[in-house]
């Protein structure tokens, strides 16, 4: 049986589809893992409680749409259903990547939050000690051609 007709079959009834999922979902954003406790059972969506949003992805659900920061994003009346949120869907309106498997979610990036360096085409700032130790920032070489090498042991 593949997973969504097991989750299909699951579900039975559109009482259970309401009710939340007793087993634990491990969502991944950034460099965090969030367990969550309470999912709403879904074949193709990932239904979480609007509350558990904020330690997810930083997001909270306001009057005028999902809001982090000073930026809010109108969110249609079909992602909400009581005190759930389809994260999922969610993720598709903003182009955000997406994959599950075995109760994890894994998102990348949201394209909204970091298109700025996109358009102004300047990277973040960041800094790296040299070969004699001295703390060197990227804005040092502002106006400037710059080639970053990158290496790792692993």
């Excluded at 299909?8 to 460099?31: C, E, K, Q």
């Excluded at 992805?57 to 949120?85: H, S, Y």
């Amino acid at each position: 049986m593949n997973r969504r007709e097991f989750l299909i079959a699951s579900a039975g009834t559109a009482a259970a589809i309401a009710a939340p999922s007793t087993s634990t979902t491990t969502v991944l954003y950034n460099d965090s893992a969030v367990k969550l406790d309470k999912v709403r059972p879904d074949a193709k969506d990932l239904w979480v409680r609007a509350a558990d949003l904020p330690r997810i992805n930083e997001f909270e659900l306001k009057p005028q749409g999902a809001c982090r920061a000073d930026m809010c994003i109108p969110v249609a009346k079909t992602l909400k259903n009581g005190p759930w949120f389809n994260l999922t869907g969610f993720s598709r309106k903003l182009g955000q990547a997406y994959v599950a498997d075995s109760g994890v979610w894994s998102f990348g990036d949201i394209p909204v939050m970091r298109g700025s360096f996109y358009s102004s085409r300047i990277a973040p700032d960041f800094a790296v000690p040299d070969r004699t130790g001295k703390l060197v920032h990227l804005s040092d070489f502002r106006g400037k051609k710059v080639l970053v090498f990158t290496w790792a042991s692993w």
